[in-house]
């Protein structure tokens, strides 16, 4: 029996499953989110993503929640191994302090064995710099790799199946 990926997903994926403002990313996380329903991934969010969805205002902030709910996912509770990680991702250069909530998202799914962290946030998540920064932490660390996409990497081709 293969152990399903895990898959960590940060306060974007969630927010663009309303993001009217947005209508073709929302639809494009709208499909990935069917297959996140299908319980093929192991889903992870941290209490990070928790804090962040609590600063929206209503009706938003009902509507990501009960989307969220339609998902079977694991809640890292994040600590000071998160911190101390986080401050590491900034000290290597790889992201500025003002992108701590986002060094924290990054250490979370790293110390929990993610396998992939989804993200639409391009500006810190989802780039080459964030993607080589974080491969050579984990490599000196000692941590498995993790990969960084956009939600879409996980839409496969259904003639594949």
């Not at 499909?31 to 889903?43: A, C, F, H, N, P």
């Not at 992201?95 to 998202?105: A, E």
């Not at 993607?131 to 984990?138: A, C, D, F, L, S």
């Amino acid at each position: 029996m293969s152990k399903k990926i895990k898959v960590y997903l940060d306060t974007s994926i969630i927010s663009y499953t309303d993001q009217q403002d947005a209508p073709e990313k929302m639809l494009e996380t709208k499909e990935v989110w069917e297959i996140l329903r299908s319980g093929k991934y192991d889903i992870y969010i941290s209490d990070i993503v928790l804090e962040e969805l609590g600063k929206c205002g209503e009706p938003k902030l009902s509507i990501l929640i009960s989307h969220l709910e339609e998902l079977k996912y694991h809640i890292i509770e994040t600590n000071e191994n998160t911190v101390d990680l986080a401050e590491k991702i900034i000290d290597f250069g790889v992201l500025k302090r003002k992108s701590f909530d986002d060094c924290r998202h990054i250490a979370a799914a790293i110390l929990s064995g993610c396998d992939i962290i989804v993200s639409w946030n391009f500006k810190h998540l989802v780039n080459v710099k964030t993607v080589r920064g974080i491969k050579v932490i984990t490599t000196l660390e000692g941590f498995k790799d993790i990969l960084i996409y956009p939600p879409t990497a996980l839409l496969e081709d259904e003639e594949d199946d």
